[in-house]
T-cell receptor
Framework: AQKVTQAQTEISVVEKEDVTLDCVYE???????LFWYKQPPSGELVFLIR??????QNEISGRYSWNFQKSTSSFNFTITASQVVDSAVYFC?????????FGSGTKLNVKP | NAGVTQTPKFRVLKTGQSMTLLCAQD?????MYWYRQDPGMGLRLIHY???????AKGEVPDGYNVSRLKKQNFLLGLESAAPSQTSVYFC??????????????FGSGTRLTVV
């Protein structure tokens, strides 16, 4: 079975701090896809990034960056210079046979 | 282009009542899914469909039934609601050719409370 572990249930930071959200996954597949989604207080699910297992390059998008380490089955997400608008629940997910398997989520509180 | 639309957005049921949640997508997607979201547990797959007329069980199917009579619609039914089914329900769809590897399109969710 696929499994995604987000060990950090809740994190609180002060605005402008950097924060890293951890994601560890399990999969038997040699080829797989990983995702991060953001769920703001309004409740919708917002796509952040998609990564396939062949591409281990780190990715940066503005203040967001992702570190994919296939050797440790981790796909961590860093927000640089956090802002209050980053306050949300963040989900990591692995795709297997056209189905998403989500972690339990990390709630990020960014305080002004 | 509406994407994935869930109806209703909110509902309160009494224990033992039945109801149907409707998910409609206008993107001609083959695959559709129902998830429930509970605090501290992320999103868990209830049922899914890989095409019109097909359905399959996910991780937590007990107490739910589904139907996909039309490609664009995926219905989730609760025959006899229980307080344990209080949750936020999300519907999602994905393209049949590219599959979920290219991501889901999510609905905005249905908040269901069973009292």
């Amino acid at each position: 079975a696929q499994k995604v572990t987000q060990a950090q249930t809740e994190i609180s930071v002060v605005e402008k701090e950097d924060v890293t959200l951890d994601c560890v996954y399990e999969t038997r597949d040699t080829t797989y896809y990983l995702f991060w989604y953001k769920q703001p207080p309004s409740g919708e699910l917002v796509f952040l990034i998609r990564r396939n297992s062949f591409d281990e390059q780190n990715e940066i998008s503005g203040r967001y960056s992702w570190n994919f380490q296939k050797s440790t089955s981790s796909f961590n997400f860093t927000i640089t210079a956090s802002q209050v608008v980053d306050s949300a629940v963040y989900f990591c997910a692995v795709v297997n046979f056209n189905k998403f398997y989500f972690g339990s989520g990390t709630k990020l509180n960014v305080k002004p | 282009n509406a994407g994935v639309t869930q109806t209703p957005k909110f509902r309160v049921l009494k224990t033992g009542q039945s109801m149907t949640l409707l998910c409609a997508q206008d993107m001609n997607h083959e695959y559709m899914y129902w998830y429930r979201q509970d605090p501290g547990m992320g999103l868990r797959l209830i049922h899914y469909s890989v095409g019109e007329g097909t359905t399959a069980k996910g991780e937590v199917p007990d107490g739910y039934n589904v139907s996909r009579l039309k490609k664009q619609n995926f219905l989730l039914g609760l025959e006899s609601a229980a307080p344990s089914q209080t949750s936020v329900y999300f519907c999602a769809s994905s393209d049949g050719t590219r599959g979920a590897n290219y991501g889901y399109t999510f609905g905005s969710g249905t908040r269901l409370t069973v009292v």
